[in-house]
């Protein structure tokens, strides 16, 4: 996978001028470092920072809108390291980001087949009957996945709209110029 071995690529990366540029650079203790430019930069490659860099490069495509540089910095070894979690997933976002998510064979597979809500005890457990259970706590057409997967599969559906994408960098702090304007 492209996004997950990128030491090599890592310096001398230049993208593009244009008039939503920002320029990230940290000079801190009297120290120059190299220089990344991009319009947009997204920290943290979950599920969110992929999902808004993916449709930020599908509202460009739409629009007609010269190319816009989006960048999403994680500071994982790879994306979707610190993503270990199961989920129970729901569709309708992923529907709207991207309709054929089917095709494109995201790692969404296993449907959820029963609805079982227990009270727990020390010693027990007692099984509440699902017809008095809110709406929002029926999970029928949703899908158990790998929340892992899912994100390393956003991060190939983004680089392949024109994200960069750099995982092993973290975010410390925002670096604004002298007008206040964020740099870095």
């Known amino acids: 996978r492209k996004f997950a071995n990128r030491s090599a690529q890592r ?3 230049t993208k593009p001028t ?3 540029k920002r320029f990230l650079t940290n000079q801190s203790h009297d120290e120059t470092r190299e220089v990344m430019e ?3 930069v997204i920290v943290g490659a979950g599920p969110s920072g992929l999902s ?3 449709q930020l490069k599908k509202l460009q495509n739409e629009k007609n809108i010269n190319d816009i540089s989006v960048c999403v910095v994680e500071k994982g070894a790879e994306v979707g390291a610190h993503i270990i979690s ?3 997933f729901e569709t309708r976002a992923l529907d709207e980001l991207i309709p054929n998510w089917k095709e494109k064979k995201a790692p969404i597979e296993t449907p959820v087949t029963e609805d079982k809500f227990l009270f727990l005890t020390k010693e027990n457990s007692y099984g509440f009957p699902n017809f008095l259970m809110p709406k929002q706590l029926h999970n029928d057409g949703n899908f158990i996945i790998s929340l892992s997967q899912l994100t390393r599969w956003l991060a190939n559906e ?3 709209l024109g994200v960069e994408i750099y995982p092993g960098f ?3 702090e925002v670096l604004y110029n002298e007008r206040g304007d964020v740099r870095g």
Do not use: M, P, T, W
Request: charged share 15%.
């Open 38 to 40: 991009y319009d947009v």
């Open 18 to 20: 244009s008039n939503l």
């Open 52 to 54: 808004a860099a993916i």
């Open 158 to 160: 983004a680089e392949e």
């Open 170 to 172: 973290s975010a410390s």
């Open 86 to 88: 199961g989920n129970v």
């Open 11 to 13: 310096l001398n990366i």
